[in-house]
């Protein structure tokens, strides 16, 4: 099984920094015949279900801000909001979905400072 | 507009049994491949079982905490989602969502729908 480790745990930034979340799998996730590698990003705000913000380790999905990006191969992957705003205080998870048992990572929880 | 709509959660006794369903519309569920996530109270997510679609074989996966004790179905003629759960334990305990998305990337979700394990 495939396990996934974010960090940190939770972070603070302040309003238009920048805010930066790691994800590592303990093995690879891409899928070297079609070269991409199976990692997913979620947004979960208080109360609400998740939402997918980005898949294939980098592609955004369609209405989710440009200030959003997610980068990495392999093993290793970040989520980067490049300018913080209040709307984006929420838990972050990552998720494999190269092999079942799909996982997700622990969470980060960004703040504001 | 994709919807997702989770029913039949409650108060349940340990050892006792549970079934959840997930109403579905605005896509083709047939083909689409569906999956139960859970998240305890304070937690975070966690991969309880999918369902690929008619075209892909209709086969399951399950996490194993809950391998022999959960089946995930569906009846694609209503267009919904089960999830019979069996020998509940109070680590059960969760907010179970249903969800949908190309393949196992989870696009849609429902709210979710609270499972609580206790005597």
């Known amino acids: 099984d495939i396990v996934m480790t974010q960090s940190p745990d939770s972070l603070a930034v302040s309003l238009g920094e920048r805010a930066t979340i790691n994800c590592k799998s303990s093995?690879?996730?891409?899928?070297?015949?079609?070269?991409?590698?199976?990692l997913a990003w979620y947004q979960q705000k208080p109360g609400q279900p998740p939402k997918l913000l980005i898949y294939?380790?980098?592609t955004r999905k369609s209405g989710v801000p440009e200030r959003f990006s997610g980068s990495g191969s392999g093993t290793d992957f970040t989520l980067t909001i490049s300018s913080l705003q209040a709307e984006d205080v929420a838990v972050y998870y990552c998720?494999?979905?190269?092999?079942?048992?799909?996982?997700f990572g622990g969470g980060t929880k960004v703040e504001i400072k | 507009e994709v919807q997702l709509v989770e029913s039949g959660g409650g108060l349940v006794k340990p050892g006792g049994s549970l079934r959840l369903s997930c109403a579905a519309s605005?896509?083709?569920?047939?083909?689409?491949?569906m999956t139960w996530v859970r998240q305890a109270p304070g937690k975070g997510l966690e991969w309880v079982a999918r369902?690929?679609?008619?075209?892909?074989?209709?086969?399951?996966a399950y996490g194993a905490p809950v391998k022999g004790r959960f089946t995930i179905s569906r009846d694609d003629s209503k267009n919904t989602l089960y999830l019979q759960m069996n020998s509940l334990k109070t680590e059960d305990t969760a907010v179970y969502y249903c969800?949908?998305?190309?393949?196992?990337?989870?696009?849609?979700w429902g709210q979710g729908a609270l499972v609580t394990v206790s005597s």
């Open positions: 369902i690929k679609g008619q075209t892909d074989g209709g086969t399951t």
């Open positions: 969800s949908s998305g190309y393949g196992d990337q989870l696009d849609f």
């Open positions: 998720q494999q979905y190269y092999s079942s048992p799909l996982s």
């Open positions: 294939w380790a980098s």
């Open positions: 605005g896509f083709t569920f047939s083909s689409a491949w």
């Open positions: 093995q690879s996730v891409l899928y070297s015949s079609n070269n991409k590698n199976y």
